[in-house]
């Protein structure tokens, strides 16, 4: 039995002291279609930012992540009860992904001119709209990152469903990215049931969901995502981009 679905609002739970941190009410159907809205029609000008413009976004990011530091750290350590010393490190991991993306980003999508018998070909990339990714508890910061960071430097917009036991640490990243200078609502975090996240994952503006397949992001998101497959991506699929492959058969009119 789904006991999310029985329930009105997310909650916190600090598994030490099995105090409640804090309740989230949970978004209603409306909310959560602006929630992806909002994303979108951030994404239709972040897409026109040049390489270098998002990724000096991303390095602000990252000196973000390590002036805030300790206050995610302990953040974490509270929801999910990890030692605050791993906490610390998975922050720098953080950061560490961060700099390396905003470094190699621009160079990694770049365009690529590949000469052939007849012209020019140019490999180009293009960001492909909405990213949804769907996200367990055990790394809160690390899981939320890894694929966001690299989906908003390839030009997309990202939403996150996170584990209901890091909801916390899901609207501090949301918060960390736009004080970085994100534009406000590319990043957008939900809070929505299992059954609300089908009507996200079929909706017409998402287009590609990213999981990590582990039991604590619910049977039911798996259930859902496997009717989807053609639009389902693991975290290690990088940069979400479309390739396009452009001839230019006579150089004498490029």
């Excluded at 390489?51 to 302990?74: D, S, W």
């Excluded at 030692?83 to 922050?91: H, M, N, Q, T």
């Excluded at 899981?143 to 890091?166: F, T």
């Amino acid at each position: 039995v789904d006991l999310t679905m029985t329930k009105q609002q997310l909650t916190t739970i600090n598994p030490l002291t099995e105090q409640v941190l804090d309740t989230y009410a949970y978004m209603s159907d409306a909310q959560a279609a602006d929630t992806v809205k909002a994303s979108h029609e951030a994404f239709l000008q972040w897409r026109l930012r040049s390489l270098e413009e998002r990724a000096a976004v991303v390095a602000a990011i990252a000196r973000m992540l390590e002036e805030k530091k300790e206050a995610f750290a302990q953040l974490m350590t509270n929801e999910v009860g990890k030692l605050i010393g791993d906490s610390r490190s998975e922050v720098d991991l953080c950061v560490a992904i961060c700099k390396y993306t905003a470094e190699q980003g621009p160079k990694v999508l770049a365009d690529e001119e590949r000469p052939s018998a007849n012209g020019v070909g140019i490999v180009t990339h293009a960001p492909i709209g909405v990213v949804y990714g769907i996200q367990p508890w055990n790394f809160p910061a690390y899981q939320a990152v890894r694929y966001s960071i690299a989906s908003l430097m390839a030009g997309n917009g990202v939403l996150l469903k996170h584990g209901e036991s890091c909801t916390g640490s899901g609207l501090f990243l949301r918060d960390l990215y736009e004080e970085a200078g994100l534009p406000k609502g590319l990043f957008g975090v939900l809070l929505i049931s299992h059954d609300q996240s089908d009507a996200i994952i079929d909706h017409d503006l998402v287009r590609e969901e990213i999981t990590e397949f582990l039991l604590g992001i619910g049977d039911a998101d798996l259930r859902s995502l496997s009717g989807h497959l053609p639009g389902v991506a693991d975290l290690a699929a990088g940069f979400a981009v479309e390739r396009c492959l452009v001839l230019d058969l006579d150089p004498r009119f490029s």
